[in-house]
Structures are given as structure tokens and as C-alpha cells.
């Protein structure tokens, strides 16, 4: 599957954008997806998942909780985090993994970079105070 993740720009702190992930080749509705970033400097960490069907469970970070969301839309073959009241610490590259993991093994591993076998390339979110 090939992902495209787009929606990232400049924006100021409490402020709001959406990221979305379109996804093309396969069958999207059998992918578990997430969201990850990575700050310079920092490895890639979890943001954000959600299981294969659309309603789903979904994960969320603890330093996200309350002002991300994570949905997704299979007719459309994307995902979206909707990211609310945001912080100069969320200034990253934003990125839409893929895993054909089955949805059990996904629940205690969602948050796993290496679990996932397909990336986007990234976009870019930046924070200014």
C-alpha cells in the first residue's frame, strides 16, 4: 500500500490543523494505521492509532490526549488526526504508518514504529509561540 500524508504547515500555538493520509494499492480497510512524528534531533515517536474498522479503537499518546483525534474514513481510504490546541512542542514531521498486523496483536503493539510496514513520507507541522 502506498500512503501520502499531507495537511501539515504553520500554525500558532492553540491553534488547530488536520492531517490526513490517503492510501492507495491495497485494501485499506484491512490495515490497522497510525500516526507518528519525529522532532530533530529525537527518534520517532507514537502519536496516535486506530484498528481497521471505522469505529474502531483508537490509541492516543498521553501528551496528546484531549486535543488529537484520530479517524478514519475506509470509502475514502484515508485517515485524518485532527490536532486541537496546539503546542510548540508538537513541532514535528507528521507520519501515517500502515500494518497488516491482525487487530489483536495491533491492540498491545499500536505504538511500536517497527510493527508497521508502511510509512507515508511525511509533512511537516510547526508551532510558533
Known amino acids: 500500500v502506498q500512503l501520502q500524508a499531507f495537511g501539515g504547515g504553520l500554525v500558532q500555538a492553540g491553534g488547530s490543523l488536520r492531517l490526513s493520509c490517503a492510501a492507495s494499492?491495497?485494501?485499506?480497510?484491512?490495515?490497522?494505521m497510525g500516526w507518528f512524528r519525529q522532532a530533530p534531533g529525537k527518534e520517532r515517536e507514537f502519536v496516535s492509532g486506530?484498528?481497521?474498522?471505522?469505529?474502531?479503537?483508537?490509541y492516543l499518546a498521553d501528551s496528546v490526549k484531549g486535543r488529537f483525534t484520530i479517524s478514519r474514513d475506509n470509502a475514502k481510504n484515508t485517515v485524518y488526526l485532527q490536532m486541537n490546541s496546539l503546542k510548540p512542542e508538537d513541532t514535528a514531521v507528521y507520519y501515517c504508518?500502515?500494518?497488516?498486523?491482525?487487530?489483536?496483536?495491533?491492540?498491545?503493539?499500536?505504538?511500536?514504529?517497527?510493527?508497521?510496514?508502511?510509512w507515508g513520507q511525511g509533512t511537516q507541522v510547526t508551532v510558533s509561540r
Open positions: 494499492g491495497r485494501t485499506f480497510r484491512n490495515y490497522n
Open positions: 504508518g500502515a500494518t497488516q498486523a491482525i487487530t489483536s496483536v495491533f491492540m498491545s503493539t499500536y505504538y511500536q514504529a517497527t510493527r508497521y510496514d508502511y
Open positions: 486506530i484498528s481497521k474498522s471505522g469505529g474502531g479503537s483508537t
